[in-house]
């Protein structure tokens, strides 16, 4: 059973940093592509950022480049998404995702091209 749980969540203040952490089960972590996005009040679920299986191509969401990092070990089946710089507009639930495709060539942002999810965990951002 493919598990993904993430952490690292909380209330900060515009200008803070936080780091998101998603550990995986159950699956070859290492093998698959994977992703964050962020669903805020309101709004559709978007892509923020992926990362290829093995780190060499990494994809961000315009408004967040410069500012979000996302970052794996293998080596701990975990996947990281390094944010700083926040603003009160990145206050959502996170979630990561592992992409369906084994080996797969580069980075996606369809989150069609995702097959597990973790249960998310919420970012807010104070002025």
């Known amino acids: 059973q493919v598990q993904l749980v993430e952490s690292g969540g909380g209330l900060v203040q515009a200008g803070d940093s936080l780091r998101l952490s998603c550990a995986a089960s159950?699956?070859?972590?290492?093998?698959?592509?994977m992703g964050w996005f962020r669903q805020a009040p309101g709004k559709e679920r978007e892509f923020v950022a992926a990362i290829s299986w093995n780190g060499r191509s990494t994809y961000y969401l315009d408004s967040v480049k410069g500012r979000f990092t996302i970052s794996r070990e293998n080596a701990k089946n975990t996947v990281y998404l390094q944010m700083s710089s926040l603003k009160p507009e990145d206050t959502a639930v996170y979630y990561c995702a592992s992409d369906r495709i084994l080996y797969g060539l580069g980075v996606r942002r369809d989150q069609g091209a995702y097959d597990y999810w973790g249960q998310g965990t919420q970012v807010t951002v104070s002025s």
């Open positions: 159950g699956r070859t972590f290492s093998s698959y592509a």
